[in-house]
């Protein structure tokens, strides 16, 4: 074996000399030629490897080991979250629950390391991502926190009226998950758009683990939601069996607001999940920033904006949100008294609101698009995480609704059944236009460049300027939100190379262009609400719908569903933050 | 509504006369108040129209309309596949086959229409992206591409065979898929490296009409494979149901050669399964080159390296190589027999030789990143689509892996089951951490800098010399290939910042630790060939572990596999590739 002999003695020395690692010094003394190796030396070099080892690490591994990590922790548990649905009592949803809580509590410890740390060395600038988590999207997720908190408090009194047949994991998990929860809004308030650039391996290590304990909670309220919701449906069709969380409802409860506190948990739901889901988007960001050099950009000053000429889109959009309140009680009332069925004028109606709903929703994205089409100006191509993020996530979100969309599709064209049927099929084409539309629209308006204030004389155009004679309150860069101080360069790279001018007059009012496309934005803000609200309640008809499970048979069209439907959830508050930024932004 | 009313007022009509829609023209007859609209002006505003809907739209815009549609494209196959799977005989497997065969079609008339247009102006110099498809790569693909063409030839001759029962779609698809296996593999050799400027969007949409029709291919190569498989389990355990693609076996066959057809089948299925996912992810590429701007770089010219040394890696590898044969023929003969039980010796057999070669690539892999910690150098940044991609498939295709092998650990665990299991957990567990080292090994090699000829003399780090004094034929930076012409600029940038000064000696062999790297490269490839000959060949115990299938249900747990075992088989093929890749790196 030459290989192996050889080892030792070229350059293999002379990497232990360099900051190699210390193992090699046992064959180094036994060949050693030329470098005598005093025991400073040897310190030395075992110095350079803890430098090699934490600091020199190269980003892409350090991303590519911290990931891993991240998605093992997920994957392990995926599997006891597989374990305890599969209904058989082996591994039990206390088992689940202790996993959970261990690593909230290292989530928690490292949040704690990190503020002490950072607030220690305050003194020194610390980088900030600007394109972060906007005001508007950390208040939205503080009220979710809020109501993830009531959620605790019901949980923990759930716990105290089953405390009998109710295991310990049942009572820690919601006191650990509010300790939790407040932790990550004082994080999210004033460490989200921290750019890491010390101990980037270990902290890499901390926020990936914080990513996906969220994603990991994410993960299995959307397990005990589906759950409760499959449970209150075969009590409806009279096939209820009782597994997992409904397991301990069916000891006696020693307290009278126990069906109240099991009832409310119900909507309290949606809101934790989505809360975590945006957490963990929000620390991917965070993540994926670590080690980045982050352009000087300031704080942004946004000039308030006239928003005369909102009209259209906050009234359609209010009619839209009114008749979606009016179906979503319509169908609660109906499913109360267990009378939704197949085919019945209240799946009718369903299907009735979500054509005409739809078909508006299309006919204002197109709008918008072709707006912009007439207007065609370069993308802005820097690269910043959060809009790349933002923009994978409506794609990938949408891809739940499509598949479940297309399984309808296929399910009425194979059985060609008559009449109500088609208005499925229908629905189920045009939600799938409407998610392509809108997420042409939604990443089209965040990747513009869009000016200040908009150009009121056309004929401006043929009479071009020179661009160092603009006024500085003319275009203005976007990209360095201080206004004042970034005025100077601003204005040449604010000019598309198709405009080489710019008018000198500064219009008093929105340009109609923008005043469109501002009701478009509201329009389908308010649209998006709508349909987060219905299936979030409650609201599903499809679980219900014959021809699909005909087709697929019951196991595989309830497995297409419980995997569309959160990811569905998902989309539309994503896009409806996604719809607030861009109406902000046009 | 004061909105729509002044829509056409101002900027609007500015927009029409600046290459804007023509439908606005109408509005424009009603309240033109500057601009007189002759038809010649009007023929002018809708070229700019077509302009603005073509060329000028923006990239990526461009890029997420065509990727929802190929993700359609690929749902809509999605649930077909579900709908036929499901075994409920309303959707047919000949209608999925006529909807591949469609778009198969569509394909090809995309590729003839490419093809003609780029030979037409062939003169003008047309990039190409260096990075794209390397030789051996096109070489093996036209090799799995072969066996697919055979593949075809057997499913002609089944059809033949069982021509009474079998629908028009069954003798359509192998032919129209013989003709476009070949001209897939013709477009790979003369146009996968293409870096398309024209027509964008609409040569986008070809290009990912392409992937997808690839990918929806390669998941129908995995349906009927898992099916079969389940069939040939469920026969082993007497509860055969026919559905499927088995279904046709049912009639009786009027050539002699019909079940050697049928089984041969088995064994060809994984190479076709293997050359529509590479196609797809090469053509990805190309997708992604689209547009992109490549830097001048000339064909690679590699120098014939000196291979001596290369003993231990190759010796090691056969080892691991040859004992998996054998583990395969004697699981393969017990399973014939109907013999293979939980826990019999054959199992025991696999898992021990697993953990061996396991332990053995864990161990080789910590040395390669030990070796690479000891040489810390900056890695590549360059932006590279086809090599992104490489880290992004590794990573996700491991995902399956590791999702089954923490079901396997939860399962042990949870039931504590004594012995054997135990053996199963061990296994589970160096599964996970191989595939961990092993992706960041693979990473940082694909990432690093290499020079193309090491140092030899330690001390010369001592001793800097001025950059400019260097000979031409000292260290050349890889990404100027041509080391004629860019040895000038190459030399400074191939310096990294930390080494300012390179040895002035040539030397003539491998340098130890290159050495060290290409035994490590070649034992893993060779390894991981070993792990991919296993379950392709149908040595799958995990399906007959009844520890995994009490605690998960068998339901789950085979949903489980049936996710990890096809996501797994990629992982190894792709890992092989990369290996190869990274052994003439290095």
């Not at 994410?218 to 069996?241: C, D, K, P, Q, V």
């Not at 056309?458 to 005025?487: K, M, S, W």
Request: aromatic fraction near 10%; hydrophobic fraction near 45%; glycine fraction near 6%.
């Amino acid at each position: 074996m030459p290989l192996l002999m050889d080892l030792d003695n070229t350059d293999l020395s002379a990497m232990v000399d360099h900051g190699g690692l210390d193992i090699m010094r046992l064959n180094k003394h036994r060949h050693s030629s030329s470098s005598s190796s005093t025991p400073e030396k040897g310190k030395t070099s075992f110095n350079r490897l803890k430098v090699g080892l934490t600091e020199d690490y190269p980003k892409k591994n350090a991303e590519i080991l911290s990931a891993q990590y991240g998605t093992n922790l997920l994957l392990f548990g995926a599997a006891l979250i597989l374990a305890v649905s599969s209904g058989s009592q082996v591994v039990r949803e206390e088992h689940l629950l202790s996993f959970i809580t261990t690593i909230m509590i290292v989530q928690l410890l490292w949040m704690l390391w990190y503020s002490v740390r950072r607030d220690r060395r305050k003194r020194r600038l610390s980088e900030k991502d600007a394109h972060g988590a906007t005001r508007w999207l950390r208040g939205g997720i503080t009220v979710l926190a809020l109501l993830s908190l009531i959620m605790d408090a019901f949980l923990i009194g759930r716990y105290v009226g089953y405390k009998a047949c109710a295991s310990a994991a049942q009572a820690v998990y919601p006191v650990v998950h509010t300790v939790h929860t407040i932790s990550q809004v004082y994080f999210l308030w004033f460490h989200i758009k921290d750019v890491v650039k010390t101990f980037e391996t270990i902290e890499r290590f901390g926020v990936i683990h914080a990513v996906f304990t969220n994603l990991l909670l994410w993960a299995t309220g959307i397990m005990s939601e589906s759950e409760h919701f499959m449970n209150a449906y075969r009590e409806r069709h009279g096939t209820l069996n009782h597994t997992g969380v409904e397991h301990i409802l069916e000891c006696n409860c020693n307290t009278s607001a126990c069906s109240m506190f099991a009832n409310s948990l119900y909507y309290l739901h949606p809101f934790n999940i989505e809360f975590h889901i945006l957490v963990s988007a929000m620390l991917f960001v965070m993540w994926k920033n670590i080690g980045r050099t982050i352009e000087p950009r300031h704080n942004k000053k946004r000039s308030v904006t006239n928003n005369a000429g909102l009209v259209l889109g906050p009234i359609l959009g209010l009619v839209a949100l009114t008749g979606t309140i009016t179906v979503l009680v319509v169908y609660t009332v109906k499913l109360r008294e267990a009378a939704v069925s197949q085919g019945g004028s209240e799946n009718t109606m369903f299907y009735c609101h979500g054509i005409v709903m739809l078909a508006c929703m299309c006919t204002a994205g197109t709008l918008g698009l072709v707006l912009y089409r007439m207007d065609n100006r370069p993308l802005d191509a820097s690269k910043i995480p959060s809009r790349k993020l933002d923009t994978e996530l409506l794609f990938g979100a949408s891809m739940g609704s499509w598949l479940m969309s297309w399984c309808s599709m296929v399910a009425v064209v194979a059985r060609g059944a008559p009449g109500y049927s088609w208005t499925g099929f229908l629905y189920s084409l045009l939600l799938i236009l409407e998610k392509y539309i809108q997420n042409l629209f939604i990443i089209e308006s965040l990747y513009r460049k869009h000016e200040v204030e908009p150009l009121s004389a056309p004929e401006v155009f043929a009479v071009p300027t020179p661009t160092h004679d603009l006024p500085c309150n003319g275009i203005v860069n976007r990209a360095y939100e201080n206004q004042d101080g970034a005025c100077e360069n601003g204005r040449v790279q604010g000019c598309p190379p198709e405009h080489p001018a710019f008018p000198l007059s500064v219009p008093v009012t929105l340009s109609r262009k923008r005043q469109i496309l501002k009701n478009i934005a509201i329009f389908l803000f308010l649209c998006n609400i709508s349909l987060w609200l219905l299936p979030a309640f409650g609201c599903r008809p499809q679980y219900d719908n014959g021809s699909e499970q005909e087709t697929f048979g019951s196991a595989i069209w309830t497995m297409v569903l419980n995997f569309a439907m959160p990811l569905n959830l998902f989309y539309r508050m994503h896009s409806v933050a996604s719809l607030f930024e861009v109406f902000q932004k046009v």
